[in-house]
């Protein structure tokens, strides 16, 4: 196991070419008068494109990328990439930070310095955070995965070599979407090591052991009976990427438009906006996190998790629970997630706080909101 200082590279060729396959880009009809009812709509693609192709610059967020620092950690061959970034003040607490789907490490930096220097940002400086951002295995400049199995239990593993190479024998996680997947096969695999969890979603192969005849409440039925429906009506993308992502990868690895169009439904659908992206988004931020797929060329490998969750889902065992003290912090735009008593049978739930506006790309729709939860959950558990 190593780790070392990581560079990310420019290349004006790459960004050449992006910009040339955005020219020439085909684009489909639309039904009129019906915008976004069959998808993303074709203005704001046109739009969207347009600015991307020569207004964007990926140099400079290259430079924004670089204010943090950057490793690469290697184990049995398999690199990570991650951001390290140490608190300021008298006691950080190590805090391992996990991205989820279609995002990527560009979701947290807005809330880094929220948790490294609370001090600076109206906090308390006793509440600072040694912060560790990992892009998953298949994400940005992390390897991709040649071997079947790279699954969120898998990745547990390698959080937990990774965070004991830099020398945190316990600390504590947080995550959403593939992230709460992490974060909770941390507290199940390590928990001698996990200080605390904290999650904005739950995920949604969850299910808690239950005996024999016992029984859901009726409040927690209609909850998966809401999370069902959600997925028939909006889960298109996750039956596609966790049953044939090969399939869908060679369209968006080979079209910028087509790539962007899957990945910005996701956060105009996921998110507090009312239909308005950049009402929750800088435009930059988003084309960003896009940018960093394309450049990487790692659409496909980012589907493949799912395929590998599905193979290996958080359906506990009677063994399976996670004892470590757990927070969920619910934004009301969230994709449905279970009810609290439905997530109590499988996690030592101390907190369960309802925000007031946000959704399912917290930390960098809400980060000011998500950090204030998280120092607030993990404050007494420091000592």
Known sequence: MSIEPFEIEFSQTSIDHLRNRLAQTRWPDEITGAPG????????????????????????????????????????????HFIHERGKGPAPLPLV?????????????????????????????????????????????????????MNVFRVADLWAGLMGELGYLRFAAQGGDIGAGVSTALALRHANRIIGVHLNYIPGSYRPYMEEGQRLTETEDESLRRMATWFET???????????????????????????????????????????????????????????????????????????NRKMPLQFKREDFVHVPCAVAHFPKEIPIPAREFVERGYNLVRWNEMPRGGHFAAMEEPDLLADDIRSFFRPLRH
């Open 234 to 308: 909006s889960g298109a993308y996750a039956h596609i990427q966790r049953t044939r992502p090969q399939t869908g990868a060679y369209a968006l690895n080979d079209s910028p438009a087509g790539l962007a169009a899957w990945i910005l439904e996701k956060f105009r659908e996921w998110s507090d906006c009312d239909g308005d992206l950049f009402r929750s988004f800088d435009r930059d931020d988003l084309l960003a996190n896009v940018t960093l797929y394309w450049m990487t060329e790692t659409i496909h490998s980012s589907f493949r998790i799912y395929f590998e």
């Open 97 to 149: 930070l996990t991205h989820g789907w279609p995002g990527s490490f560009i979701e947290m930096l807005h809330i880094i310095p929220l948790l490294t220097d609370p001090g600076a940002h109206g906090g308390d400086a006793n509440d600072s955070f040694d912060v560790v951002v990992p892009s998953l295995p298949g994400f940005g400049y992390s390897d991709r995965p040649t071997d079947p199995g």
């Open 37 to 80: 009812h069959y998808g993303v709509d074709l203005t704001f693609m046109r739009e969207i494109c347009d600015y991307w192709r020569n207004h964007f610059d990926w140099a400079s967020q290259l430079k924004r990328f670089s204010a943090f620092d950057h490793f690469r950690y290697v184990s049995e061959g398999f690199g990570v």
